[in-house]
């Protein structure tokens, strides 16, 4: 759907955008992550065509963005960090004006009212932008973008300065959008990114420093593969039990941790190997309850730190 290829953005000497190549695929929800200054809203307003790179290409759905602009641009909907609202009129004459300004073809009223229905800003349709609440202005932000329905989104930093409820409608909201269209997302926010999308970039310094599932990144950089278990039963015995399980290469014992004999232990399974299912079955047809089970994994936070500072975390109660 979008190709970014070799694409550079030079400002005097330093290069705000180094070499930075992806895909999006139809229907992908992408999230594009990196520190303030990374490069980010660059790269964002160089694939909406606000500007012009120094060399390479974007290509939105065969459309190459600067041969072919106006067909490239009507195939996306953008929510700048800042949205472009004018603060006097309605909510209405607003919507109005977009349809007009992208020349829509689609009927007028009952196009508007679908998004105003989809992005819940009907009852604040009649009131004025500049008295409604961010959280509100946001979705009348996100409103304007899905004007003209274009087959894709970009949405630069679109939970910024909301508060934490709003925060969830507005990942919700995204979560709905991503079922028709085709969604980049760029945000330093990483739990944001965890809850809402299938796929990361992050860039760091103008380059490409990762491209793969919040999953896989999690699985892939941290270094280990261990479980943590806490476990009700005879400290000896559940060792015995969970060392003869298949696959596993240690066990550690950590000690006694609540009343009674509730002990936690590490335990480490061979590489791209899963034993929790196996694990689960064997101390349970022992009535050894496990009390709490998680992975040693890293979490996006981590994972962002390691990849934009060099710096090595190793990992944790996520």
């Known amino acids: ?32 992550l990196g520190p303030n200054g990374a490069g980010k809203s660059t790269t964002m307003n160089i694939i909406t065509g606000y500007l012009s790179a120094t060399s390479g290409s974007v290509t939105i759905d065969g459309h190459e963005i600067l041969d072919d602009p106006i067909k490239a641009k ?66 009348v932000g996100i409103a304007q973008a899905l004007i003209g329905n274009p087959d894709v989104l970009i949405l630069d930093e679109p939970t910024v300065g909301l508060d934490p409820k709003q925060i969830i409608e507005i990942r919700n909201l995204i979560k709905e959008l991503g079922k028709k269209h085709t969604v980049i ?17 992050v860039i760091n310094e103008g380059k490409l420093v990762a491209d793969d599932t919040p999953d896989n990144l999690s699985k892939n950089m941290s270094a280990d593969h261990k479980l943590m278990l806490r476990v009700d039963g005879p400290e000896t015995e559940v060792y015995k039990t969970l060392i003869k399980i298949p696959n596993m290469v240690s066990v550690q014992t950590l000690g006694k941790k609540e009343e009674g004999t509730v002990y936690d232990y590490s335990v480490e ?41 060099g710096k090595k975390s190793n990992g944790g109660n996520h």
Not at 185 to 201: D, F, G, K
Not at 283 to 288: I, P
């Open 1 to 32: 759907m979008i190709e970014v290829k070799n694409l550079v953005k030079q400002y005097g000497k330093k290069n705000a955008v180094d070499d930075v190549t992806f895909t999006v695929n139809k229907g992908e929800i992408l999230g594009f």
């Open 269 to 309: 399974a061979e590489k791209g190997t899963d034993i929790r299912r196996e694990v689960f079955k064997r101390l349970a047809e022992r009535n050894w309850p496990i009390l709490s089970m998680h992975t040693n994994e890293l979490s996006l936070e981590d994972i962002f730190l390691q990849l934009t500072s």
């Open 185 to 201: 997302l760029s945000s330093h926010i990483l739990p944001e990114v965890q809850a809402i999308c299938e796929r990361v970039i």
């Open 74 to 139: 009507s195939k996306i909907g953008y929510l700048p960090e800042l949205p472009p609202l004018y603060l006097d009129m309605t909510v209405k004459d607003y919507l109005d004006f977009v349809y007009d300004l992208n020349k829509v073809k689609i009927p007028r009223k009952q196009h508007i009212d679908e998004i105003c229905q989809l992005v819940k800003i009907t009852n604040v349709y009649n009131r004025l932008i500049r008295n409604l609440s961010k959280g509100y202005r946001q979705r």
